[in-house]
């Protein structure tokens, strides 16, 4: 448990909330995006931004705006290059 919760910090430190074109909330995370998919209180399930473009599972769970879960392997080359707002 201990391993995971120091994982855990060292990814919270990476994470940031940027807006999408659309005006979006989105978690960036390693120069992958991700959208809100579902909530369910404090909890929030979010997809990889291409889910529905190129079919990838990748996902992020948080609760109260920390990571505390990740799954899946990208099907896909990171956004290195894209721009986005960021939100502090
Ligand atoms: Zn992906």
Redesign the pocket.
């Known amino acids: 448990m201990a391993l995971f919760h120091s994982l855990s910090i060292r990814m919270q430190s990476l994470l940031e909330y940027v807006l999408s074109k659309r005006g979006k909330k989105l978690i960036k995370l390693h120069n992958?995006t991700y959208y809100a998919a579902s909530k369910d209180g404090p909890k929030t399930r979010w997809r990889?931004s291409?889910h529905a473009s190129c079919g990838?599972n990748?996902a992020l769970y948080t609760f109260h705006d920390e990571i505390v879960g990740q799954k899946g392997v990208?099907?896909?080359p990171s956004i290195t290059n894209k721009q986005f707002t960021k939100i502090d």
């Open positions: 992958f990889c291409t990838c990748a990208h099907s896909h």
